[in-house]
């Protein structure tokens, strides 16, 4: 499987007023970081396991954790507005078929509804598609949650159907997508 390139360069595009760009982690972004995934309602709408409250030492340990593993189990970004880290966008692969992973993501609360994720969904894909032998992209968002939906629907991802995980010790009902590369 081809990794994703070294050499792929920061992407950006202007977002309204906000410059919205993607790059590697850098150790220097925890506590971006760990603000970002402190903000309200962020724990919400993640998994189990997500660590809260998220310390800066999580945030070094996941940085850590995306430069030992970029391209071979994951693929991570820093999502930036402005030049400020403000979220994180990455790509599980999957371990049974390299060309397909599980998209995930969450922004600081204050950058809610302004286009910054919805900009760095396409951006992310579009450096998914060109750069790795990935050809399709999954996510699922909590039922909930429907501003994670309207941006995978803007990003041209197609609904597939409903589904469950356990949260919480309780079923919770998800929404499941799909993007496919043309």
């Known amino acids: 499987t081809r990794a994703l390139s070294s050499a792929a360069s920061d992407v950006y595009k202007r977002q309204g007023n906000m410059k919205v760009e993607l790059r590697k982690w850098k150790e220097e972004d925890a506590p971006f970081l760990a603000e970002a995934a402190n903000s309200e309602g962020v724990a919400e709408?993640?998994?189990?396991?997500?660590?809260q409250p998220y310390k800066e030492s999580d945030?070094?340990?996941?940085?850590?954790?995306?430069h030992k593993n970029e391209g071979i189990s994951n693929i991570e970004r820093a999502v930036l507005a402005d030049g400020t880290p403000v979220g994180t966008i990455g790509l599980r692969l999957d371990a049974e078929n390299a060309r397909s992973g599980e998209l995930g993501y969450f922004l600081?609360?204050?950058?809610?509804?302004?286009?910054?994720m919805t900009e760095a969904v396409r951006l992310f894909c579009e450096e998914v598609f060109e750069t790795t032998d990935v050809c399709e992209i999954h996510a699922l968002v909590l039922a909930h949650n429907m501003r994670s939906r309207r941006v995978l629907e803007k990003c041209?991802?197609?609904?597939v159907g409903c589904g469950s995980l356990l949260r919480h010790g309780k079923q919770t009902d998800t929404l499941n997508f799909i993007k496919n590369k043309e």
Not at 156 to 159: A, E, L, R, S, Y
Request: aromatic share 24%.
């Open 108 to 116: 600081h609360r204050d950058y809610w509804g302004k286009g910054v």
């Open 59 to 66: 945030g070094r340990d996941f940085i850590s954790f995306c």
């Open 156 to 159: 041209g991802f197609k609904f």
């Open 45 to 51: 709408n993640l998994r189990d396991g997500f660590p």
